[in-house]
């Protein structure tokens, strides 16, 4: 049952066979087992204590003959940046939070419970979504400590969705949520060896989340088939008039995902193979290439190279930016949370960072939170003009791309294999490959999905597309999947075996 995927669960728990208390049951069991025991990945940040009686209604509401749909009882994990109107917390991972409750449900939150989905408990990420200090450790927070990677227990989860794709990964859960600014749900996903979703700005409700910045932050699925993202995709979607991004979108229809998975062809679909953004490391390309090969065989038309237009300055505005919105955006983010939040500004926060440096500023620092109120006490007038720029050279750049070649997606290399853990120095990433910044400041939806192993550790392959493109990518994703097979089952590894 842990592998298994979410139709599988759904059909044993609808049958009577399951039930939802005992997959709830034995995803918790598993938990105890390799999370916080054994080999002690340390995913999961907290369970929920009421998990029992929500898991016994929806028993009975099955035993009465009402299914809520295809994620009726079926457990799923959410990342501690995301608000349940329950007795867990949502801290972001900081101990400035701990204990801290949200007065209501995320927008998302409260979909997926209309599905009949069992929030089963929050996962662990990198603190403050990883936008706290420079030089850190992806997977630490002063509230849940470290996130392995399970395939290689030395080896770094990524982040800052750390926890939602480690816990997918072990089994802990059928799927999970994550959430991004740029690249936190594609580079656990990659590292972890599962697929992830980060989707068009927009479709998914931000209220309820705590955010870094309003232009660039979405929440997206994580799971082991892009069957089964499409599957949450679907229940987390729907029109939120407190959310800026929607109601400029404007109301879209709500879409079941899975009826354009496909049957498998990709006949007259015309990819572009992204080589500027795929770095020259060659055992990443070696895996990048047979991919390649997968989608040749599967009737795609690859277009190699493309071209893609220079976008020029696009970090150094992206970080701009990123100063730019997140006091604001933090500060009304906390204003929701009531009187008895411990924190309720930025200003509060790095305070209380520094009289605690002992628990939370002992491996890295803070100096991103004190980069945003630099940038909030000098104004925003640079930071909209920054922000404008950069999202008209990072759509220009995807859009043109697409257009000029008549083409359905890019592809490109995710990443690469996870890094090892180091406390001291923090992340070390260098695997020369960019798949995730022009989606992210475009707004624009990334798909990555398992392609292939480099000494033990998994990587992935990456499908990026025009705004509001997610059923085209997921039946991409869906027809590589199943040809390549590359997912696999973590074997908790103390190291990499070479």
Same mark, same amino acid.
């Given at each position: ?88 917390? =949502?801290?972001?991972?900081? *101990? &400035?939070?701990?204990?801290? %409750? @949200?007065?209501?449900? /995320?927008?998302? +939150?409260?979909? !997926? ?93 931000? =209220?309820?989340?705590?955010? *870094? &910045?309003?232009?660039?932050? %979405? @929440?997206?699925?994580? /799971?082991?088939? +892009?069957?089964? !993202? ?112 411990? +924190? ?155």
């Amino acid at each position: 049952m842990e592998f298994g995927s979410i139709a599988e669960l759904a059909r044993e728990i609808a049958g009577g066979g399951t039930g939802v208390r005992k997959a709830a049951e034995a995803y918790i069991g598993r938990i105890e087992r390799l999370d916080r025991n054994g080999p002690r990945v340390n995913s999961v940040i907290e369970l929920n204590p009421d998990a029992m009686e929500i898991a016994d209604a929806l028993d009975r509401e099955l035993a009465a003959g009402k299914s809520r749909g295809p994620l009726h009882g079926v457990p799923v994990l959410l990342k501690d940046n995301i608000d349940t109107g329950d007795r867990m917390a =949502t801290s972001a991972g900081s *101990i &400035a939070l701990e204990g801290s %409750t @949200a007065p209501r449900d /995320a927008f998302l +939150v409260s979909r !997926l419970r209309e599905a009949g989905a069992l929030i089963l408990g929050k996962t662990n990420l990198s603190e403050w979504a990883n936008f706290r200090g420079e030089r850190s450790t992806s997977g630490w927070s002063s509230r849940g400590g470290l996130t392995r990677n399970p395939h290689a227990l030395d080896r770094s989860a990524c982040g800052s969705s750390s926890g939602s794709a480690a816990a997918v990964a072990a089994g802990f859960c059928a799927a999970a949520v994550g959430t991004e600014t740029d690249g936190s749900i594609i580079c656990p996903a990659q590292t972890c060896g599962v697929a992830g979703l980060k989707p068009t700005l927009g479709l998914i409700s931000r =209220t309820g989340i705590i955010p *870094i &910045a309003h232009s660039q932050d %979405t @929440a997206g699925p994580m /799971a082991r088939s +892009v069957e089964d !993202l499409a599957i949450l995709l679907g229940a987390m979607t729907g029109y939120d008039p407190e959310d800026a991004e929607m109601r400029a979108a404007g109301a879209r229809e709500r879409l079941d995902y899975t009826r354009f998975l496909g049957s498998g062809e990709l006949g007259g679909s015309r990819l572009g193979v992204a080589r500027s953004l795929a770095g020259k490391n060659p055992k990443i390309l070696a895996v990048f290439e047979r991919s390649l090969e997968t989608l040749r065989k599967l009737g795609a038309l690859l277009v190699d190279p493309v071209e893609l237009p220079k976008t020029p300055r696009l970090g150094e505005y992206e970080l701009e930016v990123l100063h730019g919105e997140f006091k604001a955006d933090l500060d009304a983010y906390l204003a929701t949370r009531g009187a008895d939040v411990p +924190v309720k500004s930025m200003e509060e926060l790095v305070r209380f960072n520094e009289a605690h440096a002992d628990r939370t500023l002992v491996h890295f620092g803070q100096e991103h939170l004190i980069a945003a109120l630099e940038k909030a006490a000098a104004g925003q007038k640079s930071c909209r003009k920054a922000r404008d720029a950069n999202r008209r050279m990072a759509r220009r750049a995807i859009d043109g791309t697409l257009r000029r070649y008549g083409l359905d997606a890019l592809v490109v290399p995710s990443g690469g294999p996870a890094w090892p853990i180091d406390l001291v120095n923090g992340d070390a990433i260098e695997w020369g490959v960019d798949s995730t910044s022009l989606p992210a400041v475009a707004g624009y939806p990334h798909l990555t999905v398992p392609a292939g192993f480099i000494t033990g550790l998994p990587t992935g392959l990456s499908f990026i597309g025009t705004a509001w493109a997610e059923p085209a990518l997921l039946r991409l994703g869906h027809a590589f999947e199943r040809a390549a097979g590359a997912r696999r089952d973590p074997r908790f590894l103390e190291r990499v075996e070479f």
